[in-house]
């Protein structure tokens, strides 16, 4: 009886060490001290773990993904990430992460291939964002927009999908349509100088350019030495005075 009672004590111990463990290294990631935070993960992780089940593994490597990630290294990142989609088979989590670093990397072949691989397990709305990123980056925006309305399908408050939904449509002279895009965008992100401006710019589009200007003198509130805000806000008080 005594054995088991410790044997149960050494396992409650172990698991909150790991857990305050992870935390800490946590909070030094966010506090941006990487190699700390690598230390502590190092000296926890024991990789022949990784299949047991509920094992902390997965977070420490998804984690350690991110350090990596930060400090550029890039081989060991993608190491961590794969490492993830192998733990846990059914998320989709690994996929998009991988894919934001490699489309940071300018891999976007390499970033294609884990958003398809992501999207065979699951109808994620980031995944299909990244997918439409890299369909603009492309030029092909008749594409990117079908993306972009795919993403919001799976999650319609996806504000960063509408306002690259409303960029796609401006490419491809749809003013008014780009034009409630972004206003999607920024009823779900009211503080942003970039939608405050995007708002403007697709107003003044459609020939509101008084409307346009009390949004754009919104985004130079919010974002006072953005170059491009200033010339936006400079060109629609020309216009606004004309009209």
């Given amino acids: ?3 088991i009672a410790f044997i149960l004590l050494f396992s409650l111990i172990t698991g909150s ?3 305050a463990s ?3 290294a946590l909070d030094l990631y966010e506090s941006k001290k990487y190699k700390e935070a690598l230390s502590i993960i190092a000296a926890e992780l024991v990789t022949s773990r990784d299949m047991e089940k509920d094992s902390p593994n997965y977070k420490q490597r998804f984690l350690a993904a991110h350090i990596h990630w930060k400090m550029g290294n890039y081989k060991s990142a993608v190491a961590h990430f794969k490492r993830c989609m192998d733990i846990k ?11 934001l670093m490699l489309i940071e990397m300018k891999n976007r072949k390499d970033a294609e291939y884990f958003i398809k691989k992501g999207l065979k397990i699951k109808e ?6 990244l997918y439409s990123k890299l369909a603009m980056d492309n030029d092909n925006y008749w594409k990117a927009k079908e993306f972009f309305e795919k993403s919001v399908s799976v999650n319609p ?5 509408y306002n690259q939904m409303g960029i796609a449509l401006m490419k491809l002279n749809k003013y008014s349509e780009a034009n409630t895009a972004f206003f999607a965008a920024l009823t779900l992100n009211p503080r942003s100088s970039e939608l405050l401006n995007n708002v403007a710019v697709s107003l003044e ?4 350019p008084k409307e346009a200007l009390q949004y754009i003198e919104k985004a130079a ?23």
Avoid at 89 to 99: G, Y
């Fill in 124 to 129: 994620d709305a980031m995944l299909y964002y």
């Fill in 17 to 19: 060490t790991l857990h």
């Fill in 22 to 24: 992870y935390k800490e």
């Fill in 89 to 99: 088979k059914d998320t989709v989590d690994p996929h998009v992460d991988m894919a």
């Fill in 205 to 208: 589009k459609i020939n509101k």
């Fill in 221 to 243: 509130m919010a974002n006072p030495e953005n170059p491009v805000i200033k010339d936006n806000q400079t060109r629609l008080k020309e216009k606004a005075e004309k009209k």
């Fill in 1 to 3: 009886m005594k054995r």
């Fill in 157 to 161: 408050d996806l504000w960063l999908a």
